[in-house]
């Protein structure tokens, strides 16, 4: 079992930068596949990135490649997502979510979510 709390969300500029951070609690942290979700307003939920439970392997969506940066944190079992050049079309709620397998879909394991609006 994975408990998963986001923070960071906010309202930024385009242009802007801001992280968000997911904490997760259990002892078997480091044993999943971290991911980050999100779903904007009348839109289906959509894969942003992933980790590997290592850290050495990601990937991300086309629509944020080169911009959002995932990473890991096993000593204190939290993952990031460094957001860069924030567009409009960024706003969403974000999602952290744990997985035994590495993927792009299906997670076992979901926080509540965190708010991020851009403004134009």
């Known amino acids: 079992q994975v408990q998963l709390v986001e923070s960071g969300g906010g309202l930024v500029q385009a242009g802007g930068s801001l992280r968000l951070s997911c904490a997760a609690s259990g002892r078997t942290f480091s044993r999943y596949a971290m991911g980050w979700f999100r779903q904007a307003p009348g839109k289906e939920r959509e894969f942003v990135a992933v980790v590997s439970w290592t850290g050495y392997t990601t990937d991300y969506a086309d629509s944020v490649k080169g911009r959002f940066t995932i990473s890991r944190d096993n000593g204190e079992n939290t993952i990031h997502l460094q957001m860069n050049s924030l567009r409009p079309e960024d706003t969403a709620v974000y999602y952290c979510?744990?997985?035994?397998?590495?993927?792009?879909?299906?997670?076992?394991?979901w926080g509540q979510g965190t708010q991020v609006t851009v403004s134009s």
């Open positions: 979510a744990a997985d035994p397998h590495y993927s792009l879909e299906g997670y076992r394991y």
